[in-house]
């Protein structure tokens, strides 16, 4: 077989930038034991506020079939659609940081009334309805940090021409309409909703 005759490889990459309309909520998961303190709840990379990557994988296409753009947008036929994710999306950095007004989002520590100066994130309490079994519900107390607006995140997406169903343009617009439908983060889109600019890096 000629080099000619061989699939060539490429990706699109777009550039994201996403500005908070809500603030973002975090229920970073370490373990099913016991009350997980608020400050490991947060996603820190030392004392940067971070994102995740794997979470906007999710904001994506969800494989326990949450609220997803693939979910939101594709409906019934979302199955395809999320096959691409997984095998032909790639996001980058793996954490990408929050900043505000320009300047990344550094975490010091909660005071005794649960916020922290310095990045401006405080601790809400909520009360989780939970069915047992037997259908007994019970209220479950919750301790999430909320990171207040302003916010940013600035992330890369890349399509590989190895997808099937998902195209840049409709990638472009999950991104777009998916920062206002979907949302990032816990408890999403009442949190987590942004505006996304998306930009194709030639």
């Known amino acids: 077989m000629s080099k000619a005759d061989q699939a060539t490889l490429h990706a699109d990459r777009l ?14 998961f370490e373990t099913m034991e016991g009350d997980i303190a608020p400050k490991k709840k947060l996603y820190l990379d030392g004392d940067f506020v971070c994102l995740p990557a794997e979470n906007i994988y999710s904001f994506l296409a969800s494989e326990l079939g949450g609220k997803s753009c693939a979910a939101v947008f594709q409906g019934k036929a979302r199955k395809p659609f999320m096959n691409d994710v997984l095998s032909s999306v790639v996001v980058a950095p793996e954490m990408p940081r929050f900043t505000r007004d320009g300047k990344p989002v550094r975490f ?16 809400r309490h909520d009360k989780a309805l939970v069915k ?7 209220p479950n107390p919750k301790m999430r940090p909320v990171l207040p607006l302003p916010w940013e995140l600035e992330f890369e997406v890349s399509l590989w021409n190895t997808a099937r169903k998902l195209t840049v343009e409709i990638l472009t617009r999950w991104l ?4 206002v439908a979907v949302g990032f983060g816990t408890y999403r889109p009442r949190f987590g909703r942004c505006v996304m600019e998306v930009e194709l890096i030639e």
């Open 108 to 123: 010091g520590g909660f005071d005794g009334d649960g916020r922290d100066k310095r990045s401006g994130i405080y601790i």
């Open 132 to 138: 047992k079994s037997g259908g007994l519900i019970i």
């Open 176 to 179: 777009v309409e998916g920062g």
């Open 15 to 28: 550039a994201v930038k996403a500005t908070g309309l809500a603030p973002m909520m975090f229920d970073r």
